[in-house]
């Protein structure tokens, strides 16, 4: 693939004063790709001085440690944090399973709460200046009996940035995602084109149908990397968009 060439503040409570700019991350489906655009934002905000924190609410497949369940995705976004945090308030919801979240949490006798993933998410603000959110799976994930990953992004109410996986299918994911993210009355500031199908016909017919058809910015395409740094990922994204 060719390489192409907004933010609202943390709604707190009053006793919390501070405010932190960020983006939520979210995906056209699972395995696109989300984490590694994430570790990119991060590093190419950090590179223009900026203090950067990231969480990830909610992650399944957990292994077991010293410090109790943890996530591999959730560590890497936590050694990619400007400030030394807790991993709890990084990643407040781990599942052992590799399983959809919220049966996961049935499983464990649990309940995720949006309330608490938003309490957690103020402690990252109050020691960065921008903090990302990367979402679990796809736009529309349950994380309990009545609500799904978008009420977490709801209440957050940070601009979305959308990781379209480029494979077979990924127009379909990726309009449908955008029509949710603006249903739900949110707004999309950029998308990135992540190609995880190196072997995608028409790669390019692909990227211009929906550079023609999202009215946002594409903020970076990613060729297929089969073992992808941090740093060369950062290099492709466009932030002036975004900032």
């Known amino acids: 693939m060719k390489l192409f060439t907004g933010t609202h503040g943390c709604r707190l409570s009053k006793a919390e004063v501070f405010v932190s700019k960020g983006f939520f991350i979210t995906g056209t489906d699972t395995g696109v790709g989300k984490t590694e655009i994430t570790l990119a934002l991060m590093k190419g905000l950090q590179d223009k001085g900026h203090r950067v924190n990231a969480m990830k609410p909610i992650a399944t497949g957990g292994k077991k440690s010293s410090q109790g369940l943890v996530n591999d995705d959730a560590l ?3 050694s990619q944090s400007s400030s030394d945090i807790e991993y709890k308030y990084i990643n407040p919801y781990i599942y052992e399973p590799a399983i959809a979240p919220h049966i996961a949490a049935q499983c464990a006798g649990d309940t995720i709460e949006v309330g608490r993933v938003k309490e957690n998410f103020g402690k990252l603000c109050s020691s960065s200046d921008y903090t990302l959110v990367e979402g679990i799976g796809g736009w529309h994930v349950p994380i309990n009996k009545h609500q799904s990953t978008v009420d977490i992004a709801k209440q957050i109410n940070l601009p979305i940035i959308m990781v379209v996986g480029f ?10 995602t955008y029509q949710a993210i603006k249903l739900a009355r ?4 950029g998308w990135v084109a992540n190609t995880i199908d190196p072997n995608l016909e028409c790669m390019q017919e692909n990227y211009t149908a929906l550079k023609e058809r999202l009215d946002c910015p594409c903020i970076g395409a990613v060729p297929y990397i089969n073992q992808p740094k941090t740093e060369d990922i950062a290099m492709l994204l ?6």
């Open 76 to 78: 890497r976004l936590r």
């Open 167 to 176: 494979r077979l299918g990924c127009l379909n994911h990726a309009l449908l």
């Open 238 to 243: 466009k932030l002036e968009q975004l900032l």
């Open 186 to 189: 949110l707004r999309c500031v």
